[in-house]
């Protein structure tokens, strides 16, 4: 079994650094994420919505970049 560390970051038009940037970021996020609702689940008066807002964040920021990548590949 081969193993590229720069075929997926290339797939979705980032080289390895970015990537690897790009997805510590992400995870940075999401266990902030984690740590509101573990918070939230003892003492429910507090974050709210933290947890679910942050989830959001990250989904809209991944489908707004894959849509701007696809805009990028489709131009005629």
Do not use: W
């Not at 590229?4 to 080289?15: K, R, W």
């Not at 990537?19 to 507090?46: E, I, N, R």
């Not at 807002?53 to 920021?61: A, E, K, P, S, T």
Request: glycine letters at 6%; one cysteine or more; a positive charge.
């Amino acid at each position: 079994m081969r193993i590229s560390f720069t075929a997926h970051p290339a797939s979705v038009g980032e080289n390895y650094f970015s990537h690897l940037f790009s997805a510590l970021s992400f995870c940075g996020t999401m266990t902030l994420a984690l740590m509101a609702c573990l918070v939230h689940a003892f003492l429910p008066f507090l974050f709210e919505k933290t947890g679910s807002q942050m989830i959001c964040r990250l989904m809209d920021g991944m489908v707004h970049n894959r849509d701007k990548r696809e805009c990028a590949t489709n131009k005629d």
